[in-house]
């Protein structure tokens, strides 16, 4: 009975150094709002797959999450000329069967050595966080006022580069850390009654 979540993402949301399964950011931030939470974290798989986007467009939720970015940069698979376009297939895709719901895409977290460093096919994580705001500015400015942007730097960034072990994966503090900073600043704001 509870309002369903659906959350895709990396590793990052498939959290592969929590401290146990109930201990992931996205099953604390559920806990925390009372949320039926469907995880869709695929470590390494994270591409803004047709195939997960049909998925999610099938399935019954009250609050959408994406938080797409890290795989393609660090597997290189799209470039800039790609990239926007799977964001904006991704969100309209999710979109034919979940017009109206509350979905929030986020870009990647801090990467230190990503930021600046292109991946084999260009992208620098800086670029893709513009490219993902500039792809949802533009469904938004088609009527999408359910659909909003933030920016993976608003939940874990510069100051919280200490989470990250290997300047990637936040370890299991680093976790409870982004379920607090994702209820603040995104839960909070977008996920409402």
Known sequence: TRPRWITYGSSITHCRTASSP????????????????TSLGLAGQCHADPMIARVI??????YISVWIGINIHGSASMSERAFGPAIIGTVKTIRDGHPDTPLVVLSPILSPPRETTPSGAGLTLQAMREIMAASVAALQAQGDRALHYVSGLEILGPDEAGYLPDQLHPSAEGYRFMAGRF?????????TP
């Open 183 to 191: 209820l603040e600043r995104v839960a909070d704001r977008f996920f």
């Open 22 to 37: 109930s201990f992931t950011w996205p099953a604390i931030a559920a806990r925390a709002r009372n949320l039926h939470l």
């Open 57 to 62: 467009r099938d399935l019954p939720a009250r």
